[in-house]
Nanobody, 127 residues
């Protein structure tokens, strides 16, 4: 059974950093795109980053480009999202999700592409 589980959320001050983890089980990262998404209260789910490890490609939303970095560890079957220079607007529940992808395709960050979702982890940026 394909499953992804997020962890690493918490409360951080503006300007601080957090690293989120997305642990995959039931499948290996090769051949899958892993995406990170977030949803703030009253707002639609927003795609923020994704990685196609087989193809070595990543995609970022403009809202996080230059501040967030996505990476993967095949040995741990885990994808990370390093979040730096956090702002109050980054406050949201963060989700990871997976879908099969060819190695020569760039991954996308539109939520409808993904069909295996985690339960989410809360990130709160506040002083």
């Amino acid at each position: 059974q394909l499953q992804v589980v997020e962890s690493g959320g918490g409360l951080v001050q503006p300007g601080g950093s957090l690293r989120l983890s997305c642990a995959a089980s039931g499948f290996t990262l090769d051949g899958y795109a892993i995406g990170w998404f977030r949803q703030a209260p009253g707002k639609e789910r927003e795609g923020i980053s994704c990685i196609n490890i087989s193809g070595g490609t990543t995609t970022y939303a403009d809202s996080v480009k230059g501040r967030f970095t996505i990476s993967g560890d095949n040995a741990k079957n885990t994808v990370y999202l390093q979040m730096n220079s956090l702002k109050p607007d980054d406050t949201a529940v963060y989700y990871c999700a997976a879908h099969p992808v060819l190695s020569n395709r760039r991954c996308g960050i539109r939520p409808y592409l993904y069909d295996n979702w985690g339960q989410g982890t809360q990130v709160t940026v506040s002083s």
